[in-house]
């Protein structure tokens, strides 16, 4: 059974159909619905394994998510995802990108840790908390529009450019949400 907590969604340029199609789905490898972090890493192999709380550095900065680990999967089929209880980031994919999105990913999944699946509020958690953390400047955010806008349209596409516009919408709020 697969849940409906989140991977970022974003195509690369190198796993473009991939990413579409797990953009609102979960890596497939884990058996059970909830794993934990040990589990999941015995799960996929493949050199995964977790990073304690505090130990996880994003763009040359030291990132938290509360008290969650990180688990490194390269093999993971999108930049990163999240379960309950912890984070999973996709360093082979994560290092293609901007620092600024770099963060925005990790941000992302964390908020999912704190906010559940809603991915429009994960968006805007993400962008409110780099403004207040001061490492999402608007060129920042003009990165992560470009990176999560698509290229090309199709049906899926619509998703990019609406969440860019909602995440333009926080990052200009004062509003917390
Ligand atoms: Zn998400």
Redesign the pocket.
Known sequence: MRTTW????APSALAFTAALLTALSMPAAPASAQPTAEEYVRQVGGGAHIVPPGQFHVAGRKVWCGRRPTVIDNQLDDYGA?YPGFLIMNPRLISRVPDAVKLWIYA??CA?QFRGPD?ET?DCFAVQRGRRQGWLKPSGLEQICNFISPARGDAMHLAGPHRCAQMRRCYGSKKVE
């Open positions: 989140s991977s970022i969604g999240a992302h999944e999912h991915e994960a």
